[in-house]
């Protein structure tokens, strides 16, 4: 049962079906081209795109506007201290920015930054830095039974620092949940195994904490040790273990924009401000406006109750129960934010090379006025990765009914399986890991 009800409405309209096709046609065939007000549910993505709580809308009134010193920043000091534990935090206009921040101070040319498996924008910012990023996830696939497919693989870790000198190592990432590898958890106790190895390389531990309540909630679901703890407290310890967080608060701080670096060291600290006022804006503000800090301090302390962690997680399950019934295979079970279809099996006719991935999120929009994203060969070129489609559920924003019309679509898409033809790529920019933002593709 949803945990809240609607205060305000924002209309939505599928456009007919004739115009879903011009859509494409002029979208070359990429749905981040799309207009936004063409799209019937919008599944691009979770970040900044949730519903805000009227306490949330409320605090933004008492923004402070103040260019330093603003009360605002002190709220949000306050809560992220309360919320996840750190007092020192350095605030940037959205999770890229707080990543610019802190791996432009950690890393320098020639390094290594392992991590379990790195979001596209960490490792854009570890390569901008000079640094090479390597994926250390453990090896799963969709059929292991594994609680925390997640995980971080710390013999990866052990062996990247034989290979390439533990002194060229400045940084252990762990992303949690695992946004790469289908938003799946990541256990505390596979957490305290990153601390150790952290320690043993002397590399300094950073958790991208974008998702972080939704890794609570799985933590207190699967983990033993805790399932009699409550969320807020869980997301405090898994926190715990961390040198420094970058954080998304278009995630879990609920808001629409915003984000911050956590560090506990005083000369980080220093340091991270400096690059910040120099990328961000003034260490009170870091790109953001008074109000937005304020959204940030109240959606961090929400993100943890468990009412509203409860109904998110579970929603985002309920929409992969509903497509398996529907025959649409996902990666299973399903993560925090998003489910994950495999586009391959579903459609196999379509050879890697015609992007199956973009060929079913394109024919989900024509369907039902659906928008997904492509996670697969398209948007990582010549990567030897499985061909997924990410549905994301923005934060309290649909109901049951909108996720009956996803899985619907689906079986309309699966009906026309044998006419779909794959795509090419007609138009695409210089930088290939941006690739998928703007490439425009067609029919072959
Ligand atoms: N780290 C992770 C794990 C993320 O998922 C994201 C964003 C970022 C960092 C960067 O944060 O967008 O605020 O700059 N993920 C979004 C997504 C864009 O759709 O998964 P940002």
């Not at 390569?127 to 710390?154: Q, R, Y």
């Not at 034989?162 to 590898?181: F, K, Q, R, W, Y």
């Not at 996670?375 to 649909?398: N, T």
Request: glycine share 8%; aromatic share 8%; net charge negative.
């Amino acid at each position: 049962m949803r945990a809240y009800r609607a205060k305000v409405v924002e209309p939505i309209h599928l456009p007919d079906r004739d115009e879903r096709e011009a859509n494409l046609e002029s979208a070359g065939y990429n749905v981040f081209n799309l207009d936004a007000e063409d799209v019937f549910i919008d599944l691009l993505t979770d970040s900044g795109t949730g519903t805000m709580s009227d306490e949330q809308w409320a605090a933004m009134m008492r923004g402070d506007e103040a260019y330093a010193g603003s009360d605002s920043f002190k709220r949000l000091q306050e809560s992220v201290d309360d919320v996840m534990g750190f007092e020192k935090i350095v605030p940037a206009h959205q999770g890229r920015g707080a990543e610019n921040v802190l791996y432009g101070v950690l890393i320098s040319e020639g390094d290594y930054v392992p991590n379990n498996t790195h979001f596209d924008t960490t490792r854009a910012h570890i390569v901008n830095n000079g640094g090479k990023p390597v994926d250390c996830p453990i090896d799963v696939d969709a059929e292991d039974e594994e609680s925390f497919k997640g995980n971080l693989d710390p013999d990866k870790v052990r062996e990247l620092a034989d290979n390439v000198g533990a002194e060229n190592i400045p940084a252990l990432v762990v992303t949690i949940t695992n946004n790469s590898m289908a938003g799946q958890p990541v256990s505390v106790e596979n957490i305290r195994e990153a601390r150790d190895v952290a320690d043993e390389i002397d590399a300094t531990f950073v958790i991208d904490a974008c998702r972080f309540a939704e890794n609570a909630y799985f933590v207190q679901q699967r983990e033993d040790e805790f399932s009699d703890a409550s969320v807020a407290d869980i997301a405090r310890e898994e926190l715990s273990y961390a040198d420094a967080i970058v954080m998304s608060g278009k995630k879990d701080a609920l808001s629409n924009i915003g984000g911050f670096v956590g560090v506990r060291d005083e000369s980080l600290f220093e340091a991270t401000k400096q690059r910040g006022i120099l990328y961000e804006g003034f260490t009170t503000y870091g790109g953001l406006a008074g109000r937005d800090l304020e959204a940030m301090a109240v959606g961090l302390r929400e993100a943890v109750t468990e009412s509203y962690i409860e109904d998110r997680v579970e929603q985002v399950a309920e929409l992969g129960d509903l497509l398996q019934e529907a025959g649409v295979p996902i990666f299973a079970p399903t993560g925090g934010h998003a489910v994950y279809v495999d586009a391959e099996e579903f459609l196999p006719e379509i050879p890697r090379e015609e992007f199956p991935g973009q060929v079913l999120t394109c024919e989900l929009y024509r369907e039902g006025g659906v928008r997904g994203v492509e996670l697969g060969e398209f948007a990582f070129p010549g990567e030897d990765r499985p061909q997924l489609v990410r549905l994301c559920l923005p934060r309290r924003s649909y109901f049951r009914d909108h996720l009956v019309h996803i899985a619907e679509s689906f079986e309309k898409v699966a009906e026309r399986r044998d006419e779909l033809t794959g795509l090419e790529v007609v138009a695409e920019p210089e930088m290939e890991e941006l690739r998928h933002f703007s490439a425009e593709l067609e029919p072959v």
